[in-house]
């Protein structure tokens, strides 16, 4: 009795999920783009969370060297060429040295690495084109229709550690489509300088909460919250290749997480 009292209101009892599913969806939908609906500016993350740098830079050296007839274990160099990164910027921050843009920190640490690889020797317009391999980087599959989409409700901007001249000469070679692009030298300062971040909010009109940061790292996601910056976080998991360990999920209360770039566009409703 009891068996054939269940199948005749299972179809209601399935409606009624289906309903609630519906509701949910839509009120997590409609918090959203309420919580956000004060946002006006998006400002990016380049390096990583836009455009894939390890693959893009071990291509260029590779095409480079072999018309050279010089092969060597691009992905390690390209490994360790990354690796001044963050160390020369430090320096700067610290004292230790007067400031010098990140073009700069990598010249000077490519100079090294070719000696240590055993390349031939480049004459310095060679340098420097192996240098700027840094600003002919492809933007991950996503970049362009999420930008582009974007684009469409919100003002785009760069906030990065790049120098101004080589940001902008990347955003042209890839069609990145900013509004304005605030780079470390307009600054002064690296990320996460707070001065960084304070001076995007200050140049996109002053109130933080009309400001988010994408970004596909925890660190730069946490000092930009904690100016009352938005912040959304875009997991690039394999930005360091096969073996990376960090950033591979959200380590803080971040207000948006997104697949990727067209994810995101879609959770801000454009």
Same mark, same amino acid.
């Given at each position: 009795?009891?068996?054939?009292?269940?199948?005749?209101?299972?179809?209601?009892?399935? @409606?009624?999920? +289906?309903?609630?599913?519906?509701?949910?969806?839509?009120?997590?939908?409609?918090?959203?783009?309420?919580?956000?609906?004060?946002?006006?500016?998006?400002?990016? #993350?380049?390096?990583?969370? %836009?455009?894939?740098?390890?693959?893009?830079?071990?291509?260029? +050296?590779?095409?480079?060297?072999?018309?050279? @007839?010089?092969?060597?274990?691009?992905?390690?160099?390209?490994?360790?060429?990354?690796?001044?990164?963050?160390? @020369?910027?430090?320096?700067? %921050?610290?004292?230790?040295?007067?400031?010098?843009?990140?073009?700069?920190?990598?010249?000077?640490?490519?100079?090294?690495?070719? %000696?240590?690889? @055993?390349?031939?020797?480049?004459?310095?317009?060679?340098?420097?084109?192996?240098?700027?391999?840094?600003?002919?980087?492809?933007?991950?599959?996503?970049?362009?229709?999420?930008?582009?989409?974007?684009?469409?409700?919100?003002? +785009?901007?760069?906030?990065?550690?790049?120098?101004?001249?080589?940001?902008?000469?990347?955003?042209?070679?890839?069609?990145?489509?900013?509004?304005? %692009?605030?780079?470390?030298?307009?600054?002064?300062?690296?990320?996460?300088?707070?001065?960084?971040?304070?001076?995007?909010?200050?140049?996109?009109?002053? #109130?933080?909460?009309?400001?988010?940061?994408?970004?596909?790292?925890?660190?730069?996601?946490?000092?930009?919250?904690?100016?009352?910056?938005?912040?959304?976080?875009?997991?690039?998991?394999?930005?360091?290749?096969?073996?990376?360990?960090?950033?591979?999920?959200?380590?803080? #209360?971040?207000?948006?997480?997104?697949? #990727?770039?067209?994810?995101?566009?879609?959770?801000?409703?454009?």
């Amino acid at each position: 009795m009891y068996g054939n009292h269940f199948f005749s209101v299972y179809p209601a009892l399935v @409606g009624l999920c +289906l309903w609630l599913a519906r509701c949910h969806n839509a009120e997590a939908m409609s918090h959203d783009l309420t919580d956000h609906a004060n946002v006006k500016s998006l400002v990016f #993350d380049v390096f990583g969370t %836009v455009v894939d740098w390890r693959n893009s830079v071990i291509f260029e +050296l590779s095409d480079f060297f072999a018309e050279r @007839g010089f092969e060597a274990d691009w992905p390690d160099f390209v490994d360790q060429w990354k690796a001044c990164y963050r160390p @020369g910027m430090d320096e700067v %921050v610290r004292g230790d040295r007067p400031w010098r843009s990140v073009h700069d920190i990598y010249r000077e640490t490519l100079e090294r690495l070719l %000696v240590d690889f @055993g390349a031939p020797t480049l004459d310095e317009k060679e340098t420097e084109f192996v240098t700027d391999a840094w600003y002919r980087l492809d933007p991950w599959p996503d970049a362009l229709p999420g930008l582009t989409r974007l684009k469409s409700k919100y003002t +785009l901007s760069t906030l990065s550690n790049a120098d101004f001249a080589g940001m902008v000469a990347m955003s042209k070679r890839a069609g990145l489509p900013w509004d304005c %692009v605030i780079t470390a030298d307009v600054v002064q300062a690296y990320k996460p300088d707070p001065k960084a971040y304070l001076t995007g909010i200050r140049l996109l009109g002053g #109130d933080p909460a009309a400001v988010m940061l994408v970004a596909a790292h925890n660190y730069d996601l946490a000092e930009a919250q904690s100016h009352g910056m938005r912040t959304a976080f875009i997991p690039r998991t394999n930005e360091y290749g096969p073996s990376q360990t960090t950033n591979l999920k959200p380590m803080g #209360d971040w207000d948006l997480v997104a697949e #990727d770039l067209e994810d995101l566009a879609a959770k801000l409703g454009c």
